[in-house]
């Protein structure tokens, strides 16, 4: 049996490593962490296309059961004024609807779910470099150690390492001006009932919530800065500096910004926001990246995880169906779609941030925009939620 090594634990790996034992290939997951990673202050949807994805391998369901349905967002402006209800995506044929789920629950979801299928995961492997000959790839690991396999899949998110292994030239994903900061207010009174987001282009950030099962507030926000922000200043900056920074942010607009963000008990966790569009080269004869290593869309896009979870199965029918071609078919039927993904997120980041006159033009524009996100037409998203990866559907080029 053909053997693949998985470089990155997260979400894709996992994903990509089941979808990989499905075609009859033995897949490992190598993992720079020393323990599965905690996250305590982050969360995301996976979309109807991502459930759809995984539903095609069997593993939607642990994905559901760790988090709750969200079917609709209300987009208001700064003034308090609501714009537009948007669908997230249309159900499944079984009534499933995207799902919003904490970043951490994911991992340990898909994680779970590979062990359990015997599927073996290696922790404390960073991923330093390769060897690709005829015979196979070895990659070489920080601690000295080495794996060798079949092929290699480099699963290892935004600032991949193997995608630099493949192409030295890759561009480096982009900072795109926004931080993504959030928490979690497990005190408030609000009343929204679960399933909704609420959205809000303020005056000067955008901010969203939406209320879990058990009442708590799951909030977002994504405040503007000229540079990124370093790996120091993102560990050491404290949540009661984010606290204060972001009530200021908000205190001009109508809405419950400023006081779910001044209710937050537990930590309040930043970070960078980043794309990566038009990597020239996904692969070579024997490694492949997928996922965010691969095509990363901002987070406007609501589409990382699912993404993700499209390209591990349409990967592993490539492989399955087109051994000797499997990854320049790959990268020929994914990479239209990703780079569309990207350039719609990056269209929506340009929204959150904006200065005094653009907000003027934006604020004109933006209902009709918003409306024709559900509504069809030229705005409408129907096309990143109505993917559909079939199992059964042979690759034929």
Same mark, same amino acid.
């Given at each position: 049996m053909p053997k693949a090594l998985i470089i990155g634990g997260g979400v894709a790996g996992p994903a990509t490593a089941m979808a990989l034992a499905k075609a009859g290939i033995e897949a490992e997951v190598y993992e720079a962490h020393r323990t599965p990673p905690v996250d305590l202050s982050t969360y995301l949807t996976v979309a109807v296309n991502g459930l759809s994805a995984l539903r095609?391998?069997?593993?939607?369901?642990?994905?559901?059961?760790?988090?709750?349905?969200?079917?609709? %967002?209300? +987009?208001?402006? =700064?003034?308090g004024k609501a714009?537009?209800?948007?669908?997230?995506?249309?159900?499944?044929?079984?009534?499933?609807?995207?799902?919003?789920?904490?970043?951490?629950?994911? /991992?340990?979801?898909?994680?779970?779910?590979?062990?359990? #299928?015997? %599927? #073996?995961?290696?922790?404390? &492997?960073? +991923?330093?470099?390769?060897?690709?000959? @005829?015979?196979?790839?070895?990659?070489?690991?920080? *601690?000295?150690? /080495?794996a060798h396999?079949?092929?290699?899949? =480099?699963?290892?998110?935004?600032?991949s390492t193997v995608r630099e292994a493949i192409d030295p030239?890759?561009?480096?994903?982009? !900072?795109t001006g926004l931080l993504n900061v959030g928490g979690f207010n497990t005190g408030s009174t609000l009343a929204l009932a679960p399933g909704t987001y609420q959205m809000t282009f303020g005056k000067?950030?955008? +901010?969203? +919530?939406?209320?879990?099962?058990?009442?708590?507030?799951?909030?977002?926000?994504?405040?503007s800065s000229a540079t990124e922000l370093s790996r120091q200043e993102l560990a050491?900056?404290?949540?009661?500096?984010?606290?204060?920074?972001? $009530? &200021?942010?908000?205190?001009?607009d #109508?809405?419950?910004?400023? *006081?779910?963000? #001044?209710?937050?008990?537990?930590?309040?966790?930043?970070?960078?926001? !980043?794309?990566?569009?038009a990597v020239p080269r996904w692969h070579t004869e024997r490694v492949v990246i997928v996922g965010d290593a691969a095509h990363a869309a901002s987070p406007a896009a609501g589409q990382g995880a699912s993404m993700a979870m499209e390209d591990a199965v349409l990967l592993a029918k490539c492989v399955r169906d087109l051994p000797g071609n499997a990854f320049a078919a790959f990268q020929e039927l994914r990479k239209a779609r990703a780079e569309r993904v990207v350039a719609q997120g990056s269209r929506s980041s340009k929204f959150k941030a904006v200065n005094p006159l653009a907000r003027v033009i934006r604020d004109r524009k933006l209902p009709a925009i918003?409306?024709?996100?559900? @509504?069809?037409?030229?705005?409408?998203?129907?096309? $990143?939620?109505? !993917?559909?990866? *079939?199992?059964?559907?042979?690759?034929?080029?």
């Open positions: 095609a391998i069997d593993a939607h369901e642990p994905v559901c059961a760790a988090g709750f349905p969200t079917r609709s %967002i209300v +987009f208001f402006l =700064g003034n714009m537009a209800e948007v669908n997230v995506g249309a159900e499944l044929p079984d009534g499933t609807v995207t799902h919003t789920i904490k970043r951490t629950d994911l /991992q340990a979801a898909l994680h779970d779910e590979a062990a359990r #299928r015997g %599927i #073996r995961f290696h922790y404390g &492997k960073r +991923f330093i470099g390769l060897t690709e000959t @005829q015979d196979g790839v070895t990659a070489r690991f920080d *601690d000295g150690s /080495q396999g079949d092929f290699l899949v =480099g699963c290892d998110g935004v600032h030239a890759a561009p480096p994903a982009r !900072y000067r950030a955008f +901010f969203g +919530f939406t209320v879990s099962p058990e009442r708590h507030i799951w909030w977002f926000a994504n405040p050491t900056t404290t949540t009661e500096v984010w606290r204060k920074r972001l $009530i &200021k942010l908000f205190a001009a #109508r809405g419950p910004a400023a *006081d779910i963000i #001044r209710g937050t008990e537990g930590p309040i966790v930043a970070s960078n926001s !980043y794309e990566l569009a918003l409306r024709g996100h559900s @509504q069809g037409g030229e705005h409408s998203l129907a096309w $990143i939620h109505g !993917y559909r990866v *079939d199992w059964a559907e042979p690759v034929t080029s």
